[in-house]
């Protein structure tokens, strides 16, 4: 009997490599608060009126004293500007940039947060998403990191908040991955380009180590910016910080089928290269391996099914898609999920995996997000768009 259950061994290995990320420390909040010098905020905004006014009302309730929120309405087709113009007229710590017409060779966020560092006038920087909400000892926390770690830019894995049901399946199916491929222990004691990343929904920067980097414009043709300026940081040979920061922040990326297929087909093929950058075995294999990954998680539903029809020991692959629920059902609840919905890991793998094939099919031929199509090679942008 034991013997029979061999084959399904692999399916162990997981939660032996979750074991690396499960110690969640740094945990920014634990860091000193420390209050002080100018904050400046900026907010590339592209078609954010969903969820622009939640971000604002959360950065206005902060306990840091000295703030100003720069938002940079990126060419913006629907109510974004006037939601922030309104809570320009009410707090004067807000104001809103109308963002400039995209240059050729730039991508539109690394742009938009350009165009906000231009306007700022804080000695700390901190670019933030649209979508994301911050709780008020947030920029209290990241300053105390900051001056702690000696650190040049801080960054946050931040909270996810999953609605919907294609989000509570396909999100954790995309999330380990980073978190296995990136965590803050390898992250803050990195010596290769390609073993940093930053989150591009918090990132905080020291202006003049921005700039020593080369600011966005150093990273204007890449489509993963945030990854890209890490690696920057760190070939500039400036320090890094990534800490734990569910408790202070929290984001929800998409909300929903289109909107997920939309951003993660322009990240992950992408972003799965550039995360190699000086290895350019590595990085074409990237491809190949997460669509063997999302297969791994496939093949003991598959197993399972032919030993059924076939009549043949289903003990083995029933343990193997056993070991699978509850590997998912645990990542959802890490991720605040319902475990119930590991059940449906299969669905969230599939349709992971056709993610991934899609973005593979157009990663190389061009990348369209919110209204503007690129056209490039290896998230080189080599149009505009309106």
């Not at 061994?9 to 909040?29: F, G, N, S």
């Not at 009126?49 to 309730?61: G, R, V």
């Not at 104001?95 to 539109?108: A, D, I, K, M, V």
């Not at 003991?300 to 059924?308: D, E, F, K, N």
Request: charged share 20%.
């Amino acid at each position: 009997m034991l013997q029979d259950l061999l084959p399904a061994l692999p399916w162990l290995l997981p939660y032996l490599a979750v074991l690396r990320i499960l110690p969640r420390k740094p945990d920014l909040a634990d860091a000193p608060d420390v209050d002080g010098t100018l904050i400046s905020i900026v907010i590339p905004a592209r078609n954010e009126s969903a969820t622009i006014a939640t971000l604002l009302t959360s950065l206005l309730s902060t306990r840091y004293r000295s703030v100003e929120i720069i938002v940079v309405d990126d060419r913006s087709t629907d109510d974004t500007s006037r939601i922030v113009s309104d809570f320009a007229r009410r707090d004067s710590r807000v104001r809103l940039h109308p963002g400039q017409e995209l240059p050729e060779g730039w991508y539109g966020k690394p742009w938009a947060c350009f165009q906000g560092y231009r306007e700022a006038r804080g000695d700390m920087i901190v670019f933030t998403d649209a979508d994301t909400r911050h709780e008020p000892d947030l920029l209290l926390h990241a300053v105390g990191a900051m001056e702690q770690e000696h650190a040049d830019l801080v960054t946050v894995i931040t909270g996810q908040r999953c609605v919907s049901f294609w989000e509570r399946v396909i999100m954790p199916q995309i999330w380990i991955l980073i978190a296995l491929r990136y965590f803050p222990r390898r992250i803050n004691r990195a010596t290769r380009p390609r073993d940093v990343i930053a989150n591009g929904q918090f990132i905080m920067v020291r202006r003049t180590s921005y700039e020593r980097a080369g600011t966005h414009e150093a990273v204007r043709d890449k489509v993963a910016e945030d990854l890209a300026l890490a690696q920057v940081f760190l070939r500039r040979g400036l320090k890094l910080h990534m800490a734990f920061g569910e408790s202070l922040i929290e984001t929800r990326m998409y909300t929903g089928w289109r909107t997920l297929v939309e951003g993660w087909t322009k990240n992950i093929y992408l972003g799965g290269q550039a995360s190699f950058p000086d290895e350019p075995l590595l990085r074409a294999l990237a491809p190949l391996a997460l669509v063997f990954t999302m297969l791994f998680w496939l093949w003991p539903v598959a197993w399972l099914g032919l030993s059924i029809v076939s009549n043949g020991n289903v003990y083995p692959s029933l343990l193997a898609a056993g070991l699978c629920v509850l590997f998912w059902a645990g990542m959802c609840r890490a991720m605040r999920i319902p475990p119930v919905y590991g059940l449906a890991y299969p669905i969230g793998s599939a349709a992971a995996l056709f993610i991934v094939l899609k973005s593979a099919w157009r990663g190389a031929r061009g990348v369209e997000w919110k209204g503007r199509v690129y056209s490039g090679l290896d998230g080189k942008a080599r149009g505009s768009g309106k």
